[in-house]
Nanobody
Framework: QVQLVESGGGLVQPGGSLRLSCAAS????????AHWYRQTPGKERELVAT???????EYLESVKGRFTISRDDTKKMVFLQMNSLKPEDTAVYYC???????????????WGQGTQVTVSS
């Protein structure tokens, strides 16, 4: 059973930092393209950052220069380093990834359960 499990959320003051982690469980699985999304009540989920297998990255305009997405394929993990956090970054953050399962050969999209990030003084 493949799962994406996020961790690292919490309460932080404006200007602070948090590092979110997303781990893929299961044997013989490989993360292809991965994303971080976020969602606040009453709003649609928005794409925050993307990283490809070749480590090309893209970011939501409002987080450029503050957030960094990265990956460790040996550990089957994706990270989101968030610096200079602002109150408007408050949201539930979700990991999303296309995961290749070697046996049987399958490529599927998975979502994590979400982790709350609250930026407040």
């Amino acid at each position: 059973q493949v799962q994406l499990v996020e961790s690292g959320g919490g309460l932080v003051q404006p200007g602070g930092s948090l590092r979110l982690s997303c781990a893929a469980s299961g044997s013989d699985v490989y993360i292809n393209i991965a994303h971080w999304y976020r969602q606040t009540p009453g709003k649609e989920r928005e794409l925050v950052a993307t990283i490809t297998r070749g480590r090309s990255t893209e970011y939501l305009e409002s987080v450029k220069g503050r957030f960094t997405i990265s990956r460790d394929d040996t550990k089957k993990m994706v990270f989101l380093q968030m610096n200079s956090l602002k109150p408007e970054d408050t949201a539930v953050y979700y990991c999303n990834a296309d995961i290749f399962i070697s046996a049987p050969s399958t490529l599927r999209n998975y979502w994590g359960q979400g982790t709350q990030v609250t930026v407040s003084s």
